[in-house]
């Protein structure tokens, strides 16, 4: 499995902007698609956005779309979430999720197999 670490998150005011990045190592050299989910305290771990291993597709939930960008290098071993004009509402540590495929996009959260540790977004009022 690859294995993803991400980072860039931290504390930021209702409006600002921040970029996630996570970062992948090891596991088959194949596609891989690359999804961003966040989870609140007390919620249910939400999908936001996902990218195919090609790069070509993206799909995005509702509550990312129009505010928030995901996009990958070319080499496959970064890929990054764009937040702007974020809510207070945004709060919640972020993951990165990855799942073997060239061309699918999955929303559940049990598709994917390989997960990082989550990065905290703190977003005040």
């Known amino acids: 499995q690859v294995q993803l670490v991400e980072s860039g998150g931290g504390l930021v005011q209702a409006g600002d902007s921040l970029r996630l990045s996570c970062f992948a190592s090891?596991?088959?050299?194949?596609?891989?698609?690359v999804a961003w989910f966040r989870q609140a305290p007390g919620k249910e771990r939400e999908f936001l956005a996902a990218i195919s291993g090609s790069g070509t597709k993206t799909y995005y939930s509702d509550s990312a779309k129009g505010r928030f960008t995901i996009a990958r290098d070319a080499a496959g071993k970064m890929a990054y979430l764009q937040m702007n004009s974020l809510k207070p509402e945004d709060t919640a540590v972020y993951y990165c999720?990855?799942?073997?495929?060239?061309?699918?996009?999955?929303?559940?959260?049990?598709?994917?197999?390989?997960w990082g540790q989550g990065t905290q977004v703190i977003v005040s009022s």
């Open positions: 090891g596991g088959p050299d194949r596609p891989h698609s």
């Open positions: 999720a990855a799942r073997p495929g060239h061309l699918s996009i999955m929303t559940g959260a049990t598709a994917y197999s390989s």
